[in-house]
T-cell receptor, first 112, second 115 residues
Framework: GNSVTQMEGPVTLSEEAFLTINCTYTATGYPSLFWYVQYPGEGLQLLLKATKADDKGSNKGFEATYRKETTSFHLEKGSVQVSDSAVYFCAQNGGATNKLIFGTGTLLAVQP | DAGVIQSPRHEVTEMGQEVTLRCKPISGHDYLFWYRQTMMRGLELLIYFNNNVPIDDSGMPEDRFSAKMPNASFSTLKIQPSEPRDSAVYFC?????????????FGPGTRLTVL
């Protein structure tokens, strides 16, 4: 079936460090891929998305590239800030619907 | 727009009581989703509606859970009777249109504690 696997946290980094959060998926079709972010006490917000192979989604300095050959959608940022501390969720839609399947979430803690 | 609105933000109840969670989607959105978030199971889709009609309720855990959408601007998720294992954060989300790339906009969630 369709699923999403992302690296377990917490990930603890110092300010201005490079961030990578790994995400891989299994799908029977050609899904769209998403990264959502959840700040403490809030709901999820879309961070970026990609709809087909080799697409790169980007927003607020974050990037992720849809890699069909490795079924991956890793999230990266060159220089993290304390304000990036949050839980990050990778998600897919199974290829044909907007019924999202989420990973377990990765807690990022950025220290000054 | 005010975004997706959920009420209450926090609910504490005793086992066996009825609980009703409420959601107002973003105006003009025709899809509405209910999710549950727990440490053990992560984020789970419970049910979603299109134009007020339930499309997929396969994620509803059991008959104690029910959801309705009487009009385009209001939905409820009801648990009767509630049990301690229902303790979780419940999110409502809405989106516009049915294409696979459309963004879902989440509400702030309702934190439910069943004692």
């Amino acid at each position: 079936g369709n699923s999403v696997t992302q690296m377990e946290g917490p990930v603890t980094l110092s300010e201005e460090a490079f961030l990578t959060i790994n995400c891989t998926y299994t799908a029977t079709g050609y899904p769209s891929l998403f990264w959502y972010v959840q700040y403490p006490g809030e709901g999820l917000q879309l961070l970026l998305k990609a709809t087909k192979a080799d697409d790169k989604g980007s927003n607020k300095g974050f990037e992720a590239t849809y890699r069909k050959e490795t079924t991956s959608f890793h999230l990266e940022k060159g220089s993290v800030q304390v304000s990036d501390s949050a839980v990050y969720f990778c998600a897919q839609n199974g290829g044909a619907t907007n019924k999202l399947i989420f990973g377990t979430g990765t807690l990022l803690a950025v220290q000054p | 727009d005010a975004g997706v609105i959920q009420s209450p933000r926090h609910e504490v109840t005793e086992m066996g009581q009825e609980v009703t969670l409420r959601c107002k989607p973003i105006s003009g959105h025709d899809y509405l989703f209910w999710y549950r978030q727990t440490m053990m199971r992560g984020l789970e889709l419970l049910i979603y509606f299109n134009n007020n009609v339930p499309i997929d309720d396969s994620g509803m855990p059991e008959d104690r859970f029910s959801a309705k959408m009487p009009n385009a601007s209001f939905s409820t998720l009801k648990i009767q009777p509630s049990e301690p294992r229902d303790s979780a954060v419940y999110f409502c989300a809405s989106s516009f249109h049915s294409t696979s790339t459309d963004t879902q906009y989440f509400g702030p969630g309702t934190r439910l504690t069943v004692l």
